[in-house]
């Protein structure tokens, strides 16, 4: 993950689905059809978050 400011997810309900962790904070979330992230996926070149949204 490309972290540019280190932004993370304070805390999320139970409704919200964690999808990623970094060093014990979540950096990505999902609430029905909404993503969030605190990353950057189009700085890096792996392409699995691309490939994991669009399925």
């Not at 999808?19 to 070149?45: C, D, I, M, S, W």
Request: charged fraction near 25%; proline fraction near 4%.
């Amino acid at each position: 993950m490309t972290f540019i400011r280190v932004p993370c997810i304070e805390r999320v309900s139970k409704e919200v689905e964690v999808l990623a962790e970094f060093q014990g904070k979540t950096v990505a979330a999902r609430y029905k059809n909404q993503t969030a992230v605190g990353f950057h996926p189009e700085l890096a070149e792996d392409t699995t978050f691309y490939d994991w949204w669009l399925s």
